[in-house]
Nanobody
Framework: QVQLVESGGGLVQAGGSLRLSCAFS????????MGWFRQAPGKEREFVGA????????YYADSVKGRFTISRDNAKNTVYLQMNSLKAEDTAVYYC???????????????????WGQGTQVTVSS
């Protein structure tokens, strides 16, 4: 069974940076596409970005493109979300998720992911 554990959330001022980590265990990490999603209070969970299992290509929501960067370290079984130029509207609980292999068209919808972490709170003060 896959387990995902996020870390790195916290409180930061607008314009600041945070790096989230997601530790993966239980299966072969390199065979999983990893996604990041977020959910703000009163809103639906939304796609933030993903990194593919096959070539580590990355895909981002328009709202974070140019500010957020996803990377993975297959030797450490960890995926990262580097968040720069944070805005108040980035405040949310951030979740990492794992999808076994998969096609690009499936990266954007949360229902296509098989495993989820518990989430980590990111609060950006304005």
């Amino acid at each position: 069974q896959v387990q995902l554990v996020e870390s790195g959330g916290g409180l930061v001022q607008a314009g600041g940076s945070l790096r989230l980590s997601c530790a993966f265990s239980g299966r072969t990490f390199s065979s999983y596409t990893m996604g990041w999603f977020r959910q703000a209070p009163g809103k639906e969970r939304e796609f933030v970005g993903a990194i593919s299992w096959s070539d580590s290509n990355t895909y981002y929501a328009d709202s974070v493109k140019g500010r957020f960067t996803i990377s993975r370290d297959n030797a450490k079984n960890t995926v990262y979300l580097q968040m720069n130029s944070l805005k108040a509207e980035d405040t949310a609980v951030y979740y990492c998720a794992a999808q076994w292999r998969g096609l690009q068209l499936n990266y954007y919808r949360d229902s296509n992911y098989d495993y989820w972490g518990q989430g980590t709170q990111v609060t950006v003060s304005s």
